[in-house]
């Protein structure tokens, strides 16, 4: 690899001894290196230690074997070969890489360097502490100043900020390790390390990240999971970091912490001559859910202005909706993220929705109007609940015409959903489980590293129906783009990230990833998009 991450091959290759196994026509069997012992300084050859050799050896003869059991395990559940096309196509654009402004990124890394340096000073000052980054010394200080906290985390920090009568000393240093917490330094570094000698970040997308829906993940840099930028000026807040100059910083931004958080994303740019072109499906996994569950209102909305939050609202109050103000408004898009997989009362303050002003008295008749208004996704959920426990429990092969073709079947102990694309959700080692509200289908997980046990339901089951299914909409999107002549550099959840050269336009971009696709008749696609030198959330 010629990646800084790995090094250069022949950089390093001073610092191994290679060497190879033969068998008696001179085929080579194995190659292998060895690096310095880190005291002594001397090379280990197989022949110095012929016992760990061999069990070496034996592992790797094991290994073999395991991994062709797999194979044969595998094969009898094949993978479809427009789904190795998509693999294809997400290697070209991980080996593409998109460029990162190393500027940049090495000017917030000194800033925040010489930051958390002043700001450790001026702590170390207040409470007179040896180590302020210990969570234990900070707690026995706040003890001495009447605070008596039992953790430090941000939502305990967060509460003891909203005090009016907080001691001004307390605040300062509350804040003060709040800004310096930022992790956004992290993304910076890690940008400076994988970039490779062309500049360009690679391997920032892991095919199939999610195992359940098959969705991407991000890597490395996680481009799925950057900070939003809401700041006015990025450009010229770009210039100013670039400099590392924290002095001038300070001088214009009154938190440049923040500052630096919300340009993580410009430290993709493309390169010189060529702009970015971001084009992404617009409320893709509403839209799917209205075609999967048949709900016309909703279709016809997305046909016509696609302004769902207003039409949502209208209909849950059975208003007009030029009547909708932005109160109400509000009401209809907190319903709609919070609502479509079967959530409730919780799931509305999961999405923030008393923090935007709504009353808590208000939340079950939002979820009571959400679900009188659109009563085909209510029978949805019930509906892929009924199909799953009916394939797992008593072994049917459930065709929902109804819903799109959607099929359910248990083979080889799996729980198989398979989708209008024809690919297929696996859940392995389907049974039924009890449930808070009677039977329901458990099967084996995967998380943190540890395999787990988990259940489903009729809201949840829609969630990675509609969700699969808005992967593989993109991934046609991705091809057409491709086959069209656009070099995307990275794409993050229903978004198309294409360098392409300065001048051309966004909308032939919006259009393809917008075309009918064969599999999803009646679905209405609808894609938006902007162009930018450098990414950012538009």
Not at 268 to 274: I, M, N, R, S
Not at 386 to 395: P, Y
Not at 512 to 532: F, H, M, R, S
Request: hydrophobic residues 35%.
């Amino acid at each position: 690899s010629e990646c800084g991450i790995m090094g250069n091959l022949d950089s390093i290759s001073r610092y191994l001894n290679t060497g190879e196994e033969k068998d008696k026509t001179g085929k080579t069997l194995i190659r292998w290196f060895s690096v310095p012992h880190k005291t002594t300084g001397d090379f280990k050859k197989p022949e110095d230690e012929p016992e760990k050799w061999q069990a070496f050896i034996d592992y790797c003869v094991q290994d073999v074997e395991t991994e062709r059991s797999i194979a044969h395990k595998l094969n009898k559940i094949p993978i479809p070969d427009f789904e190795w096309e998509t693999y294809e196509l997400d290697q070209r654009i991980n080996d593409r890489g998109v460029l990162i402004d190393r500027d940049l990124a090495q000017g917030a890394v000194d800033i925040m360097k010489d930051l958390s340096k002043k700001g450790r000073a001026r702590m170390e000052e207040i409470t007179k502490c040896d180590n302020v980054n210990s969570v234990a010394q900070l707690k026995e200080w706040l003890a001495t100043k009447g605070y008596d906290v039992k953790s430090l985390n941000k939502a305990n920090i967060k509460k003891l900020l909203s005090k009016d009568d907080l001691d001004s000393e307390v605040r300062e240093v509350l804040e003060l390790r709040t800004r310096l917490s930022n992790a956004s330094i992290k993304k910076y570094q890690k940008m400076l390390t994988i970039a490779c000698k062309d500049g360009r970040a690679k391997g920032t997308i892991q095919f199939y990240g999610a195992t359940r829906t098959g969705r991407y993940a991000g890597r490395l840099i996680q481009v799925q999971n950057l900070p939003r930028n809401k700041m006015d000026g990025l450009s010229d807040a770009r210039e100013i970091i670039k400099t590392g100059d924290l002095e001038t910083a300070e001088l214009i931004y009154d938190n440049v912490p923040d500052v630096i958080k919300q340009l993580i994303r410009t430290a993709l740019v493309a390169e010189e001559g060529k702009t970015f072109y971001v084009s992404d499906f617009s409320a893709i996994e509403a839209r799917v859910t209205a075609w999967y569950a048949g709900e016309q209102w909703r279709l016809d909305v997305f046909e016509g202005d696609g302004r769902i939050y207003e039409a949502s609202a209208a209909q849950m109050f059975h208003m007009n909706i030029d009547d909708v103000d932005s109160e109400m408004r509000q009401r209809g898009k907190v319903a709609e993220l919070a609502l479509g997989y079967q959530g409730g009362v919780g799931a509305l303050k999961t999405m923030g929705a008393i923090e935007q002003g709504l009353k808590e008295e208000e939340l079950q008749p939002i979820v009571d109007a959400w679900r009188k208004a659109s009563p085909n996704i209510v029978k949805f959920w019930y509906a892929m609940q009924d199909a799953a426990i009916r394939a797992v429990r008593d072994g049917e092969l459930v065709t929902l015409k109804k819903y799109k073709g959607l099929r359910f079947y248990k083979r080889k102990g799996i729980l198989f959903i398979e989708l209008p694309s024809g690919r297929r959700l696996a859940y392995p080692k389907a049974r039924m489980v009890p449930g808070k509200f009677g039977d329901q289908v458990g099967f084996d997980g995967y998380g943190r590293n540890i395999d787990t046990q988990d259940s489903t339901y009729g809201g949840k089951l829609v969630e990675n129906i509609v969700q699969a299914t808005a992967r593989d909409l993109l991934n046609v999107g991705l091809k057409n783009l491709e086959e069209a002549g656009y070099d995307i550099v990275f794409h993050v959840h229903d978004e198309a990230v294409i360098e392409a050269p300065t001048g051309g336009s966004i909308e032939p971009i919006n259009d393809i990833l917008g075309e009918p696709v064969e599999w999803a008749k009646g679905l209405p696609l609808g894609a938006d998009g902007y162009i930018t030198p450098y990414y950012k959330k538009d």
